[in-house]
């Protein structure tokens, strides 16, 4: 087994270098037969009340920088890594993501994206405190210029692709971290304690924007929306919304259940479910994730090539083993490092999707099959 750690000098540790695809050279039936040979497992493995699935991700890493401003770049780029992820042995298929930033839900508050040279757009806060940004007259999110470009970017890749090819919605972040974009967020945190009506008027306001721009991408995007979207393996068999929330991991489980989990149940509730990811090393959330009373499924880093704070495997696997919640696990690693991690996370009882990063076809046979042989399913 090689050495598991962190490379910082790489643009994305989970991307895969793909070439792009031009729309005349992509072969849209054969992805599209592809996915649906798939979805007689996806769907068993959504019904089941234990079992593992693979999940090769094809993650293009200019996607999710500088090209997602070029609808067609982007969606080339995107159907050269769908073009190349059927190589790999998988129990899952990629998808199409609309992917334009993080500060989507931002926009219904002025704000708009500061564009860096080669880097992926960002959002500065222009609020001071949270009575400031109430008063704002914000609007709905496809009246923004932001949420304009992800909707006619939804319209593009569904008429480019003959509506074929499976989609997600744009990437998707909690409540929390939509606020942390609006009001720096030591202001943000102090509010917290010294106003909390006010905080929780605000992510009402923000929750509300989220679902409404949500539903709307929904109604564009219909039959071929995979669920929950974004980083999480997703299928049209699947339900719920995936949800990024890195910055509740700052506050305490108390504050997180009082303050948190009700607009994360009431966005779950529109779309089936939530699903729950953060970056780095969460396991001492867990017990208050699970308070979510929608929550569907998790997700995780569990190798430090994946993340350079990564997860322990064994609390996960008593937690939500029996729970019927599905644990997204990310591997970044080689063959060894991969089963050796499954061996931690598996146990009867468990819902388990490994989501591998193999270079090699060859590579991917080998590593799928001994997951199932660890698994025994």
Known sequence: MK???????????????VEPVSLETFDFEKYHQYELSLREKCRSFWNSEEGVAVYRRFRAPGVFAYACKDMQLSLELQLGALHESMKYKADIPNFL???????????????????????APATKPRFSSIKQALEYDYQPVEKTEIGKHILNMIEFFLEKTQGKIPMSLTDTQSPINMASYLISIDKL?????DNPEDY??????????LIAFSKKQQELIGDVLVYPGHGFASSREF????????????????FFEKLEIPFREEVGSAFGGCAFHSCGNWARKIPAVKKIKNLIMVDGAFSAETDPDPNDAEPFAEEF??????LNARIVGDVESICAQVEKLWRPGMKLIVVTYCQTPDEQEEVYHRIHEICGC
């Open 97 to 119: 993501e609309p992917w334009y930033g993080i500060g989507t839900i931002t926009g219904a508050f002025g704000l708009e994206y500061i564009w860096e040279e080669n880097q």
């Open 200 to 209: 929780t008027t605000l992510l009402s306001v923000l929750s509300e924007l």
């Open 321 to 326: 083993c029996d729970t019927g919640i599905i």
């Open 189 to 193: 945190f102090l509010e917290m304690y």
């Open 239 to 254: 339900r719920g919304i995936g949800m990024s929330d890195d910055v509740s991991l700052m506050i305490s489980d108390e």
């Open 3 to 17: 050495r598991n750690e962190f490379d910082y000098t790489v643009q994305d540790a989970q991307g895969s270098k």
